[in-house]
């Protein structure tokens, strides 16, 4: 693993770490009025809050290392920007339905699965859509400075 | 031009003449100066059809690999520089060039337009007919290439 990948895997693992464990409290509280860092469910499964929080901790770090490490994809030359964000967006949905699994984050109801892709789908969608707006605004700012330097060199050849 | 350059002749024991130019950085200025001076090799060695000849830098529209070659196109023709590109990269001067991707060096003077049509690569219009593509990832870098060879400019 190159040093860039390792610096996102690192920035997505203490992204990750933090947004699993205040999202997951933050969720708890809407749904029970109390902030609990784990779904009771998770943590009776693994038989202990500690044990719960370092699991979380564990795979929330891992799933936000996995979002930024798949962001390489839109460094491949040869995909496309629609390619390469579908393939991020896969690689994101199913970590995130594994590991919401595990975790109790969700569970294996066929509403809520099709209501998380839908979810998804409009965010990866926004995403392509404001990456394609600044790349198309990149050529224009590229096209406007050739331009630019074009003309200060004619100034330049005529001195 | 603006600036006021600052002369020095310093003898040495080295035979013909050696002049050095020493600035912050590679401005159109300094270029001038360069240019003026005779310094930079206006030409580069190329092969046509096996034979050797000399092509202007001017002329070169972009330089490319092409499978196992690199090439350099004019308006007229495409030859072959017995080079790799990086190596031209590091030969070549004149803020006129720079690398767009990981395959292709173009010449700025010979650009028309920059479009992003939704792929991998950005395409580049050139004159004569030509396309050329840059990678997403020099995009950044040819930014800041053409601000810094511009003078700050309109990036």
């Known amino acids: 693993m190159n040093k860039r990948m390792l610096k996102k895997a690192i920035i997505g693992a203490i992204v ?3 947004l699993g464990n205040a999202v997951t409290g933050f969720a708890m509280y809407l749904k029970a009025g109390v902030f609990k860092l784990c779904m009771p469910e998770f943590v009776e499964m693994v038989d202990g809050f500690i044990p719960a929080v370092i699991i979380q901790t564990i795979l929330s770090a891992l799933f936000g290392a996995i979002c930024f490490v798949s962001t390489a994809v839109y460094d491949i030359e040869d995909w496309s920007l629609a390619q390469a964000a579908s393939t991020h967006f896969s690689i994101i949905f199913v970590s995130y339905t594994v590991i919401g699994f595990i975790l109790k984050w969700i569970t294996p109801n066929f509403k809520e699965i099709i209501t998380i892709f839908i979810f998804f789908a409009i965010v990866y969608f926004l995403i392509w859509l404001i990456m394609f707006l600044i790349y198309r605004n990149d050529a224009k700012e590229l096209t406007k400075a050739a331009k630019e330097y074009n003309e200060h060199k004619k100034k330049g050849d005529n001195e | 031009m603006g600036l006021e350059p600052k002369i020095i002749f310093e003898t040495a024991d080295i ?9 912050k950085e590679l401005t159109p200025d300094v270029e001038t100066i360069i240019s003026k001076v005779g310094i930079e ?13 000399n092509i202007r830098l001017d002329d070169i529209i972009r330089f490319y690999r092409d499978g196992r ?8 023709n495409s030859f072959v520089i017995k080079k790799p590109l990086y190596a031209i ?3 070549i001067v004149s803020p006129d ?12 003077r ?14 580049i219009e050139m004159k004569e ?27």
């Open chain 2, 41 to 53: 090799k206006a030409t580069m060695q190329a092969y046509y059809n096996g034979a050797a000849v």
């Open chain 2, 110 to 123: 010979y650009i028309e337009r920059f479009s992003f049509v939704g792929g991998g690569m950005m395409r």
């Open chain 2, 15 to 23: 035979d013909g003449i050696e002049i050095i130019i020493r600035a």
């Open chain 2, 89 to 91: 990269e590091e030969e």
């Open chain 1, 16 to 18: 990750g770490t933090v």
């Open chain 2, 69 to 76: 070659d690199v090439r350099a196109q004019t308006s007229k």
């Open chain 2, 129 to 155: 007919s030509i396309v050329a593509w840059a990678s997403r990832r020099y995009v950044n870098l040819i930014k800041e290439h053409l601000k810094n060879a511009s003078g700050g400019g309109v990036l």
């Open chain 2, 97 to 108: 060039f720079v690398r767009v991707s990981g395959s292709e060096i173009i010449n700025i």
